[in-house]
């Protein structure tokens, strides 16, 4: 079989909150390749934070198993234990080329320079005048790079910044990416807003929303120049093209909690428009798949579309069967975790979600609530938000409480599921060998050096 090109495009705490999932923020091109591919609507990242997740995506391996607990940068310093575990490398292997322009977030220097231990053979992130990364010009970067001659199969990933929040000084916008404050007309935007489905309704949370579709305005602008610059370099034939992001907003109660709010992913595949490459031609067609998968599924999937040896690190598996109809499920359990974000304050959860039922389990009940500080997170501190402990365990019923609000645990009537939940999260747990198993909380790489 021919090699195909594979072009990773993602984003930053995007979650599911655009419009190919429903949701009424704008993002044409999105659509347009959604229609064009398969969207898979019960997609999960395996963490609820940046590095975790992508870490795990990237080795095909949960969090804790590749070393990835939390940030890579001060005062964590996490790093992969084994860097040649990284697509990139295994692709590079095979005979690609391969390139990344924009985040990575799974290296960081002093621990892991970039350059240094991911196996990228062309870093094209350009530099503004004081040596930080130009953001803006990421999309024209890769586009740049499609459009080359091309002697071999490449692998290319496309890391994009919004629509993560800024939190620099006193600017309220999510658009990190560039340099711009809240629009003159930022009232009547958030006016005729729906917030978040777990946020009340008021002026503060339609404010956020409405900075949040701001920044989701850019990404989709940004991912229309890369596809653009796939057909304009006829490259649709023979590509296998992803989008997704790392996991929920970077809103209260979304990123870095263990609900489906912070683990939910929007994912689109697009196969390549030649039937000669196979079954990978069936990620066509506008079709949505409601099968629960994974970001950790991707790894063995690029691997059986390139008909590559699956190595036996992987913790997930192929979406191939599903796209060919063989099954009707790939996973009767799907597994989540948090550990560290990026302090030195651990949020030690762990979570199991069958297609019915979500339990999470925490290991510190004083653990800090929130992330991203925003005007609604202030708001809500003002009721108490802050001292608000996580329970120990949490059950819910994902059938009549889709937003997570009820917890079970202590229901009578629930006493099997919860029984049962149990046992699938301690096993798990046991075989992929959790430090966390015996509620013992890893210490950061920099506080062991201290």
């Known amino acids: 079989m021919k090699k195909l090109n594979i072009i990773y495009i993602h984003a930053h705490d995007l979650g599911r909150f655009c419009e190919p999932m429903g949701y ?22 395996s ?23 939390g940030l890579p940068s001060e005062p964590l310093g996490y790093s992969m234990n084994d860097y040649s575990r990284h697509i990139s490398a295994f692709l590079k292997q095979q005979g690609y080329s391969t390139a990344l322009v924009g985040a990575q977030h799974v290296a960081r220097e002093p621990w892991a320079p970039p350059e240094d231990v991911l196996a990228y053979d062309h870093f094209l992130n350009a530099e503004t005048r004081d040596g930080s990364l130009d953001k803006p010009g990421l999309a ?24 993560h929040r800024n939190n620099d000084g006193d600017r309220r916008t999510f658009i990190e990416s560039r340099p711009i404050d809240e629009p003159a007309d930022i009232d009547e935007r958030a006016r005729y807003c729906q917030p978040w489905p777990h946020m009340p309704d008021n002026a503060i949370t339609r404010r956020e929303m409405a900075n949040f579709r701001m920044g989701v305005a850019w990404l989709d602008k940004d991912v229309g120049t890369v596809l653009e610059a796939i057909d304009r370099a006829g490259l649709r034939e023979n590509s296998l093209v992803i ?45 949505v798949i409601d099968a629960m998968t994974q970001h950790i599924d991707l790894y063995p999937t690029f691997c059986e579309a390139i008909n590559a040896e699956k190595p036996d690190w992987l913790d997930g598996k192929s979406l191939m069967p599903l796209i060919r109809d063989e ?117 950061p790489p920099v506080g062991r050096h201290d």
């Open 243 to 287: 989008f997704t992001t790392d996991h929920g907003p970077g809103v209260c109660e979304m990123k870095t909690t263990l609900t489906d709010r912070g683990t939910g992913v929007v994912t689109i595949i697009r196969g390549p428009s030649d039937p000669s490459y196979g079954d990978t031609s069936l990620f066509t067609g506008g079709r």
């Open 24 to 45: 009424d923020i704008p993002a044409p091109n999105l659509m347009r390749f959604a229609k064009e591919g398969v969207l898979f609507r019960q997609c999960y990242a």
């Open 47 to 69: 963490a609820p934070t940046c590095a975790p997740s992508r870490a795990a995506l990237l080795t095909g391996q949960y969090p804790h198993c590749c070393g990835m607990l």
């Open 140 to 163: 024209a970067s890769a586009a740049e790079f499609l459009e080359q001659e091309h002697e071999e199969p490449f692998f290319l990933s496309v890391g994009f910044f919004d629509p």
């Open 327 to 443: 099954v009707e499920e790939l996973h009767n359990c799907i597994f989540s975790e948090q550990t560290y974000h990026y302090s030195a304050e651990p949020r030690p959860l762990r979570a199991v979600r069958t297609k019915r039922y979500k339990y999470i389990r925490s290991y510190r009940a004083d653990a800090p609530r929130g992330i991203d500080e925003g005007p609604p997170q202030a708001w809500w501190k003002t009721f108490g938000y802050k001292n608000m402990l996580f329970p120990d365990e949490s059950l819910f019923d994902l059938v009549f409480d889709p937003n997570e609000a009820n917890n079970l645990a202590n229901s009578p009537d629930h006493a099997e599921v919860l029984k049962e939940m149990r046992k699938h999260l301690r096993d798990w747990m046991k075989s992929t060998d959790d430090p966390l198993i015996d509620g013992a909380i890893p210490i």
